[in-house]
Each structure stands twice: as C-alpha cells, then as structure tokens.
C-alpha cells in the first residue's frame, strides 16, 4: 500500500511474525520498504528479519528503557513528513510489548496512526485452546514475587471470561504451582513456541500442568502463553467447596479437612488439600 503524501508522516504499527517467517504479511513488507525510519524493539532482531525480505532500511531502537527519551527524535521526524514503522522483536506492537507511549504521543501530535495487523501469540493461542473464545481477559505477565502473584490471581479467580497470559520460561513452573493453590480444577492450557518447529500445547487442570512441569522440562522452553478457563459452570461448586473447607479447617489440619470435604462436596481430595493450603494461609 503507497504511503499516502499529507503533511505529516504516518506512524504504521505492524505486526511481525512470532516465529515463522512466513507469516509476515505482504502489505507489512510494503510498509517496511517505503517507510523513512523503522522504530524496533530490538534492531538486531528487526534488522535480520527486513534483511530476510530483502529490506534496507535505517532503523532506531525503542524500547521499555528508552521508549521517553526517544519520543521527541521519532515525532519530529513524523512531524517532518517522514513515515515511521513501528516493530516489537515478535507479534503485535504494544501487546505487553513497547510502543504505547509513542501511539499516545503521536495521536496528541496529529499524526496519523494505522495498524498493520498480523500474528499475535494471545490471539493465535487462543484460537486452538479448545477454552470459550466469545469473551475472554488479556492479563499480560503476572507480578514475578509469588506473593504478588497469588494475589493477583485471587482477584480473577471469580473471572467468568478466558484468561490469557504471557509467562517466561523460567518462571513457569512457579506460576503454574501457584494457580494450582488457587485455582484448583480449573482447566488450563499452555501454549510453547507457537509457529515455530517444537510448537507445543500442553492441556489439563492447574494441578496437573503443575505436576507435569516438573517432570517434562521441554515445558520450560521458549515463548509461553498461559490459557485459564473462566469461572463460568464452576463457580457455586467452588465457594461450596470453600465454605465447607473453612469451616472444617476450623478444627482440622489442611489434609484432614481436604479428606472430609472431599466426601462432602465430591471434589478430588488433592484440589481440596490445595485450596485447604491456600485459604490456610490467607487465615494466617
């Protein structure tokens, strides 16, 4: 698509593969190649993907830890009549990735804004989860500090809508305990490296992900997407199930209130012990 002449640039934000190459799309190579300036991530990274097209093109790094001092320099370009492309290292700009600031700035300036879309491994998780996709919750990245995190999962835990969330590789056997503890039975996905050769999709409840982590520490590598079921069908059996463990717990160890809720709910004894564990502490 011709860049349009106006009297400011356009600031294009596109879209980039997360894996395969492939899915770069035609109109983005356009782009790329009529641009004046390509605003990445990463220019190593941006650079040996234009360099794959066929692509010469002068790039700047924007960053988390630059994105504030580079505004200025990037505006006055637009300003100039200069068109920028927009790039994270993989997927969708802006989605727990750099680039927010500058699209706020630039829309402030009046320059104008166009979305290149293309691959974004939220959305292409989401599609092959198998969980409800009418309505659904992007959460990002879940605080680092397990204390934090579990919190921060408690707030959802009464989410009717999927959630969606990023993980790093080294942390997931944590997050994954941690949903355990306070999710229990939900139904989980994780999704690994998706568009590239060892893509993987790992299915089940938070307790047995959990488990299996620690046994398959391919689980481990690469570029993750957590997927949790909504509450939606769950949740009156699960405040049952609270209820009842918290007036047990009352006068019982975790185990031996998860034993006897188990015969009175129905539930599994080990997600009780869990939630036993969970609302334990939080009496605590």
Known sequence: MPVQPQSTGT?????????????????????????????????????????????????????????STRL????????????VALASDAGTPLISDPGFSLVRAAIEHGVRVVPL?????????????????????????????????????????????????????????????DMAIVLGARQLVVARELTKQFESVYRGTAVELAQRVQEDQDMKR?????????????QQTTFDADNVLRVLLADLA????????????????DDLYQRAIFLSAQKG
């Open 11 to 67: 600031l294009f934000v596109v879209a980039t593969p997360i894996g395969n190459l492939s899915d770069l799309s035609p109109r983005a190579c356009e782009v790329f190649a009529q641009v004046a300036l390509v605003a990445a991530e990463d220019t190593r990274h941006t650079g040996a993907l234009l360099r794959h097209f066929g692509i010469d093109k002068p790039l700047i790094s924007l960053h988390e830890h630059n994105e």
């Open 72 to 83: 200025a320099e990037v505006i006055a370009r637009l300003q100039a009549g200069d068109s």
């Open 117 to 177: 879309p293309g691959p974004c491994a939220a959305i292409a998780a989401l599609s092959i989860a198998g969980l409800p996709t009418d309505r659904f919750v992007f959460e990002g990245f879940l605080p680092i500090k397990s204390t934090q995190r579990r919190e921060r999962l408690t707030n959802l835990s009464a989410e009717s809508r999927t959630l969606i969330f990023y993980e790093a590789p080294h942390r997931l056997e944590d997050t994954l305990s």
């Open 222 to 234: 690469g570029e993750l997407v957590i997927l949790v079921a909504g509450e939606v069908g769950l």
């Open 254 to 269: 975790p185990a031996q209130a998860a034993k006897m809720a188990a015969r009175i709910t129905g539930a599994t004894r």
